[in-house]
């Protein structure tokens, strides 16, 4: 029977999960993906997907392995909170040890491949962080709708606001208006309370879509939502680089958005991701070594 020690990394977040199964010395066997991973939204389901993509990857890697032989490196949403932490820890997944960090933390070692440098994360959410002398500080990453400012969710949830205030004439029926409608399928303000009544982050980012068309034409509306978010990640990117050596590294879909606007002093310290957050969370777990 092979008795070889292997690593699984995992970049789990609100809408799926993401595993990369390696040799111990850092070969990569296979990947698999699952769905939603965030540990404070839902433990089980956070489980369930992690269990799920592992099993897919050691499947796609034609080999004898078991959960006993893999150190799970889990980068996870929410694992930044320490009930959410604790909990996950108590489930005793059937694996030889798991190594639990935040997503932001495995993206951050990942993107830098573990040398000091920050990230701004943002896509469906936003947050940040910058790793010096062996130690992250965070900034966001407070979850939406409390926070994620700028983001996909954030963006999703002004346009619903702005329909709002036009269905009471407190805001003109633009085009906005029309394409927040239309997407949510609403002829009043009654249906548009509906629609969201049960909405997640996903579902405000979805509305982005339809909205970004209206950007590119320069729609108002639009730009001022834009403007605000950029305004906030320019505080975020000027509070992350606290140093002058300090690299930053843009992980989301909506950066492409925002970073031709951030100032020439923060795009001077721009550099590409080195490694996936998958990578980075096996890095993590194997400089802390508490796996032997």
């Known amino acids: 029977m092979n008795s070889e020690l292997y690593f699984i990394g995992v970049d789990g977040g609100g809408s799926r999960c993401r595993v990369r199964l390696e040799s111990a010395d850092g070969t990569l066997l296979a990947k698999g993906q699952s769905g939603?991973?965030?540990?404070?939204?839902?433990?089980?389901?956070?489980?369930?997907?992690?269990?799920d993509a592992t099993a897919k990857a050691v499947e796609a890697a034609k080999l004898s392995i078991t959960t006993q032989q893999i150190v799970l490196c889990a980068g996870l949403a929410g694992a930044?909170?320490?009930?959410?932490?604790?909990?996950?820890?108590?489930?005793?997944?059937?694996?030889?040890?798991?190594?639990?960090v935040s997503d932001l933390h495995a993206a951050c070692a990942g993107a830098h491949a573990g040398n000091d440098g920050a990230v701004i994360v943002c896509g469906t959410g936003s947050s940040a962080t910058r790793y010096a002398s062996?130690?992250?500080?965070?900034?966001?990453?407070?979850?939406?709708?409390?926070?994620?400012?700028?983001?996909?969710?954030?963006?999703?949830?002004?346009a619903v606001k702005h329909s709002l205030l036009a269905f009471d004439g407190l805001a003109p029926k633009d085009a906005t208006f029309n394409a927040v409608c239309e997407h949510l399928q609403a002829n009043s303000a009654e249906d548009i309370v509906r629609a969201c009544a049960g909405f997640n982050s996903n579902d405000y980012a979805a509305i982005v879509l339809p909205l970004l068309p209206l950007y590119r034409k320069g729609d108002s509306v639009i730009e001022g939502f834009v403007q605000e978010g950029l305004s906030y990640l320019q505080l975020l990117a000027d509070e992350v680089l606290n140093t002058p050596e300090m690299a930053l590294c843009l992980i989301g879909g909506l950066t492409e958005l925002y970073h031709p606007m951030l100032s020439n002093t923060v795009?001077?310290?721009?550099?590409?991701?080195?490694l996936s957050p998958e990578e980075g969370a096996i890095?993590?777990?194997k400089q802390a070594g508490d796996f032997q």
């Open 134 to 158: 062996g130690c992250f500080t965070d900034f966001g990453g407070h979850g939406f709708p409390i926070g994620d400012k700028a983001s996909g969710a954030w963006l999703g949830l002004q």
């Open 283 to 285: 890095l993590l777990a």
């Open 36 to 51: 939603p991973a965030n540990v404070m939204r839902s433990l089980d389901t956070a489980c369930a997907s992690i269990m």
């Open 267 to 274: 795009q001077d310290r721009i550099q590409p991701c080195q």
């Open 80 to 100: 930044n909170i320490a009930s959410a932490h604790q909990a996950l820890m108590a489930k005793q997944l059937p694996f030889k040890h798991v190594h639990l």
